[in-house]
Each structure stands twice: as C-alpha cells, then as structure tokens.
C-alpha cells in the first residue's frame, strides 16, 4: 500500500459554473472555497468569460452535450457528495444540466440563478429564466438567490425583511425546496432569510463597507454545497457558509483596481506568512 493511502479521503464536490479569467468568482472561487473547507473540488465547465476584477468582456458558451459530459465524467468516477451550479449561460445548457441531475437524485444540490455580474453584464440569456425556474429550481435542495434575483423570480420588489419573506414563500410555492434569501445587498445589513416547508431561520450580519465584494454569491453557495458535502445540515451549512464569507470580506486584500474578490484562504493567513519568512 502506497504511503499516504491510510489518509481520510476529502468528500468531493462538484461546481457547475463559468470560468472566471480574474480569479475572483465562477469555477475559480468555488474551488478556492471547497479547498478551504477540507472538500475536493470538482467542475463542469458551461462558459468561459473574459473577465477581471473591473468588467466582463467577453463570453463563450461551451457546447450542453459537453458540459454533461463533464458531469457524469465526474459522477461516474469521483462521486461527489454535493454540487452547485452558479452561471448557466442559456437553456439548452440549463436542460442539459437537469437530464444529468434526474439520473442523480440523491446528489444535493445548491442552485445561485446568477443572471447578471455586479456591473449589469448578463450571464443568462433572458429566455433561460424560465428553464431555471420550472425546470432546474425544482431539483434543487436549496436556492440562494440575492435581492436582485429573487425579485426577477418573483416579480416583488424587495426592501425589508417582510419583502424578503414574501419572496422566499413565492418561490416554494413555486416549487423550490429550501430558499436563502441573500440580503447582502441591502445598506442597512447583510442579513440572509433561510425558508423551507418547517420554517424560517435568520442569518444576520452587519453590512460592511468593503471593495472585497467579487464572487462572494459564488463562494457562499460553494461553501454551502461544501457543508452539505461534509454531511451538515442544510441549516448549519448555511450557518458556516455565511461565516466563511463574512470572514473572507475582512480579511481581503486589494486585487485589481475594481471589486477585489474575498481571501478564500484566510483561515491560514498566519501559515502561508510564516512559510515565506
């Protein structure tokens, strides 16, 4: 037996989302996020961006047959305890996706329906919000849509925590399972509304004035998808996973001369110094 074959093994996860050329979101911060939290990170690749810490500049869709190839490639030989799914890019990527997750219904899986980046560039075509909603949000264990989001999905405009309630039972009714309501984006806090058929749990968190703001939605449902991985409870992976975010926005450093990404890695700040000294 080789050596270091006694080790525990990783739970893997697995990531089905863009690439990010900047390094800040997409692919890039949900393998960051899934290394940090002790889990062997995994992906399907659906569209690979042009992108930096300022603006998108570009996109390209990759072809649906190839990226549930990558899928059951990964399914097949790893076997990953969770997944999540974060840009999507079109319909026929998103039905492509589903034909995959109903061969796998034991698989968790966290669904961020991502639509826009922070400065308005779209990463899902307008005709696939319907194919997100009736068609994958159904399989999901959980969604997390931001403000932004969850009021394209619900038609209700959000401001307060009764706005947010509202739009977490909207979107069981329509079928979702279990809901997280990011509420990051409002200047008054940074609290989060977990909802599901037993009840409502609330994250709550001050809302920080910072720059590190890049790929925190991806990171957080990667970090989600991480705890379930691990075999927490949805509750307490979510619980972790605002954790991890909120400490990861204070610990950023500056990248870029736009929205600077969270330190994934803060955890072993303090290691990586010592190692260079």
Known sequence: MPENDHHAAWPAAMTIAGSDSGGGAGIQADLKTFAALGVFGTSAITAITAQNTVEVRNALHLPPALVAEQM???IDDIAPRAAKTGMLANR?????????????????????????????YPL????AVGSLKEELMPLATV??????EA???????????DDMRRAAEALLEAGARAVLVKGGHREDSADDLLMDSNGEAWFRAKHL?????????????AAIAAGLARGLSLHDATEHAKQFVHQGML?????GSGHSPINHFHAFQEIIERMYQ
Do not use: K, M
Request: hydrophobic residues 40%; contains cysteine; proline residues 6%.
């Open 209 to 221: 004035d910072t720059r590190h703001t890049h790929g925190t939605g991806c990171s957080l449902s």
């Open 151 to 161: 009021s394209a999905l619900t038609g209700i405009e959000i401001s307060d925590d």
């Open 72 to 74: 059951r490639a990964v």
């Open 251 to 255: 610990a950023g450093y500056v990248v």
């Open 92 to 120: 026929t990527i998103i039905r492509a996706i589903v034909e995959v997750l109903v061969e796998h219904p034991e698989l968790p899986v966290v669904v961020d329906p991502v639509a826009f980046t922070s400065t308005g």
């Open 124 to 127: 899902l075509e307008a005709d």
């Open 143 to 148: 969604i997390t849509p931001n403000l932004r």
